[in-house]
């Protein structure tokens, strides 16, 4: 039975890592480059989304649910697509190659559609966590005299960041996962290793199993690493 799982002729065998383990190693580092790439830009445009969600302007409202209402309702193949083909079609970005194997012509449109994807549920989590302070701490802010701003900027969004951090976490797994899209295109991270190799040596099952187990591997800890910092975060509360 493991024969017929494991040999060398098996339904699963890795007797292509020898000579395609590379692709692997390439597209882990990618895929990380991907990931943490995208939700590190779309903090700063999230974080303006979310502020426009909680002002009292009801245009100002409507564009930013606008925003998150399209981009949480679409699909983020479609949105890469678009942005791919259609956006990236204006602006030309030169091919140039990176770390020997990143080429920017195609990293940099992943990278944006990612970016923005992951900008409306990052907006969402700032919100929430925004709300979560009580409000109490921006009434004694504007009693010291401080502006609206201020009382955001030095009282509550310290505290917010408090309640997002373990959010945030887990949004850079999601894009860890969501980033394998991103091999439709070419863009050479695990599924694009896991494909090219199952399509060069017509091993269909193998590949695509290490690629679940380097995916395993990279997120499993991650959650792990996330739930240790909430629970730390719950024992200074009580504290």
Known sequence: MSEFFFGSAGFINFNFLPKYG???IQGVEY??????????LAIVPALVLALMRLS???LVRGLSGAYIAVFRSTPLLVQ???????????????NIIIFGFVDLSRFIPGVVALALNSAA??????????LAVDFGQTEAARSLGLSPLQSMRLVVLPQAIKNILPALANEV???????????????????????????TTYISVGPFVLAALIYFCINFPAGKAIEAI?????RGDRR
């Open 56 to 58: 009292k302007n009801r």
């Open 173 to 199: 797994i999601t894009m860890v996962k969501e980033s394998s899209i991103c091999s439709t295109y070419g863009m050479m991270e695990i599924m694009w290793a896991a494909k090219t190799v199952s399509g």
């Open 230 to 234: 909430e629970r730390r975060m719950r």
């Open 121 to 130: 549920y990052v907006a969402e989590i700032i919100r929430a966590g925004i």
């Open 31 to 40: 895929t990380l480059l991907l990931s943490v790439g995208s939700v590190l």
């Open 80 to 94: 890469l697509t678009i942005i791919y083909f259609g956006v990236f079609y204006f602006i030309k970005v030169p």
């Open 22 to 24: 590379m692709y692997f």
